[in-house]
């Protein structure tokens, strides 16, 4: 089964990636994961990655492309994977597509966690990380004890500059402009079916299992 993860920044995307992985015996891939992997060994990949990193510029889809089609060629995703962080745009969703068709092969579902821009701010805005031991925390989901302490350390907490509402909105008009036309794509590959993100956790991964089927084990 050859999952992709569809959604904003901050609609929980990954966290559910996660436990299909876990649930379903198949890998988490991200893009991030597959970066620092290859970075890490000095893989004839990663080192091509860095020439470009190393002066600040992107790391072309091409050279993207590849890294994952290596990844997803290895041993443990014979049984099919789950994607999140790839594709970010419909360029590198039709490349892997034709990928997947050359060995006649496809993905399976693109599921779009779909949360509202207001509730993706609130969330992403209200998060407090802990810099002493790494905690975090939410001032309305998941508040400390004492406010704006740490539970575990007593360290001051901070918001990361990533959570700041202006960052977050940013992050979301670069998620409209190149991210999000992959929901129109893969609503006419078939394969797209909308989760609701605004509920529980447990509610959104229930909506999952309902389209996935259960897990092998359940």
């Known amino acids: 089964m050859k999952i992709i993860m569809l959604g904003a920044p901050g609609a929980g995307k990954g966290t559910q990636a996660q436990r299909i992985a876990k649930d379903y015996g198949i890998p988490h891939i991200s893009t991030g994961d597959i970066f620092r992997k290859n970075l890490k060994e000095e893989t004839p990949l990663g080192l091509e990655a860095k020439t470009y990193m190393d002066r600040g510029a992107l ?8 890294m ?20 970010r745009t419909v360029p590198q969703a039709e490349k892997l597509t034709e990928v997947l068709a050359q060995t006649g092969d496809k993905v ?21 990380s802990c810099p002493g031991c790494g905690r975090t925390y939410h001032i309305v989901y998941a508040a400390p004890q004492k406010e704006g ?26 998620y409209h402009e190149q991210t999000e036309p992959l929901i129109a794509y893969y609503e006419g590959q078939g394969v797209l079916r909308r989760i609701d993100g605004t509920v529980s956790m447990e509610d959104v991964y229930a909506q999952i299992v309902a389209l996935l089927g259960e897990p092998a084990e359940a």
């Open 59 to 66: 790391v072309p889809d091409d050279l993207t492309i590849r």
């Open 108 to 128: 399976d579902f693109a599921l779009d966690v779909t949360v509202p821009d207001e509730d993706i701010v609130e969330r992403m805005s209200g998060r407090r």
């Open 149 to 174: 302490v740490c539970d575990s350390c007593g360290a001051a907490l901070v918001l990361r500059a990533d959570d700041a509402p202006e960052t977050v909105l940013k992050r979301l008009a670069v």
């Open 68 to 87: 994952l089609l290596a990844r997803i060629g290895e041993a443990d995703c014979r049984n099919g994977y789950v994607l999140d962080g790839f594709p």
